[in-house]
């Protein structure tokens, strides 16, 4: 995206933006090669009353599917080993998609999970969602 114009509503891509890695000058315009997307996610947002995801957008349903998925794989191996299989990161930079799986955890301090991918740099926090249906960990301590 060329510098000065408007990215995500307000947020200008410039080559100082912290947000903004593999920039390069093409034609002296600057742009972003890739740029990082950051969620701070409620899953509550996404759900009926039933529980079950609410969204009737095929996009916003998958990535609804794409945060509970989160959820289901981070609560569900709380102990670290690997009982459920990693996510796969949904982003497609460069429209190639992106190979990296999603590395998470359950932040102590306010029981977020805390979510990024080690390739591209997408990242985020998901609040909301112990009690959901994707929410393993009463399984996972169990075992």
Sequence with gaps: MAAGRPLRGAFVATPRSPLCFGVRAVY????CDHMANT???????????????????SSGRRLAGH??????????????????????????????????????????EDDAI???CPVCGDNGAIGGWAGTLWDLSEVATRH
């Design 28 to 31: 002296s315009e600057w742009y």
């Design 39 to 57: 969620w701070i996610v409620n899953l509550q947002h996404y759900l009926n009353q039933d529980g079950s995801i609410g969204i009737e957008s």
């Design 67 to 108: 945060f509970a998925a989160i959820v289901q794989e981070a609560s569900g191996d709380i102990d670290g080993e690997g009982r459920f299989p990693k996510v796969r990161c949904r982003r497609k930079p460069g429209r190639k998609p992106c190979a990296g799986e999603i590395e998470s955890y359950i932040d102590p």
């Design 114 to 116: 805390v979510w990024r």
